[in-house]
C-alpha cells in the first residue's frame, strides 16, 4: 500500500475478488482469514456492501456477490464497444463481413458491439443486443472452447468456424479473447452462406488479439 491508496478501500476490493472467485460464497471467519483482518473489520466492510447493493448474505451468513455488481457491469459494456470499435471497423472492411464484440452473459452469448462493411453489395444483418446460447454460434463456441486453457493459450488453431449458424443460417468464425481477468468473450464475423476463406480464421484470431490488447 502507497500513501495515495486507501486500505479501506482496498479490502473492500478485495472481499469482492473473493467472492467473485466463490461459488459458495464466504462467511466472516473466512474473509477475515484470507484478508489478514479482524472479523470486525470484516462486518463493516460487508456492511457497507451490503448498502450499496455489492455483497448479499444468506441465511447461514454466508457472503455472496450481490446484484448490484451486475448493474455496475452492464455499464462497463459502452466502454468495451468504444476500445473494440477500431479492431471491429477493420475486421469488417477487410473482410466484407458483419464483425462483432460477443461477451458471455450467464450461460448466454450477449453481441454488445457489431459493424457492417461499408463497401459490400450484400452482407449479413447482426444487431446489438442478439442473444442465444453458449453452443449455437461460433461465438459462443470459441468462448466454451478457451475455457480449457485459462491464461494466455489459444485451443488448437485458436479460431471457431461453423458452416451455418443456427440463428441466421449464415456462416461464422470467431476467436475468443484471451488473457483478460474477469472478462469473457470472443471477436467474430458472420458472413452469407458459401465457402470461408482461408484466411478468415487467423485474421479474427489477430482482431481478437487487438480487442484484448485494447481491453487491457
Keep these: 500500500m502507497t500513501a495515495e491508496t486507501s486500505q479501506t478501500l482496498d479490502r473492500g476490493v478485495r472481499v469482492l475478488k473473493l467472492l467473485a472467485d466463490s461459488e459458495r460464497g464466504l462467511t466472516v471467519t473466512e474473509l477475515a482469514a484470507r484478508l489478514a483482518v ?6 463493516r466492510l460487508l456492511a457497507t ?3 450499496h447493493g455489492l455483497v448479499r448474505r444468506d441465511i447461514g451468513g454466508r457472503a455472496r456477490v450481490g446484484l448490484g455488481v451486475l448493474r455496475l457491469a452492464h455499464r462497463v459494456h459502452p466502454l468495451l464497444r468504444e476500445a473494440a470499435l477500431p479492431a ?7 473482410l466484407g463481413a458483419t464483425a462483432h464484440l460477443t461477451l458471455v452473459d450467464g450461460n448466454e452469448a450477449l453481441a454488445v458491439a457489431v459493424v457492417e462493411p461499408t463497401w459490400t453489395d450484400f452482407h449479413v444483418a447482426y444487431r446489438t443486443g442478439l442473444r442465444h446460447p453458449l453452443t449455437e454460434s461460433a461465438a459462443g463456441r470459441a468462448i466454451l472452447d478457451a475455457r480449457g486453457f485459462p491464461g494466455q493459450r489459444r485451443p488448437e488453431q485458436g479460431f471457431v468456424i461453423t ?9 461464422g ?4 479473447l484471451i488473457g483478460l481477468s474477469g472478462i469473457e468473450g470472443s471477436v467474430g464475423v458472420v458472413m452469407l452462406n458459401g465457402l ?3 484466411r478468415v480464421g487467423p485474421r479474427v484470431v489477430e482482431a481478437a488479439t487487438e480487442v484484448a490488447d485494447a481491453l487491457r
Design 38 to 43: 479482524n472479523r470486525t473489520v470484516v462486518y
Design 88 to 94: 471491429l471497423r477493420s475486421l469488417a472492411e477487410d
Design 173 to 176: 468464425a470467431a476467436a475468443a
Design 196 to 198: 470461408v476463406p482461408e
Design 49 to 51: 456492501l451490503e448498502q
Design 163 to 171: 458452416r451455418a449458424e443456427e440463428q441466421s443460417g449464415a456462416c
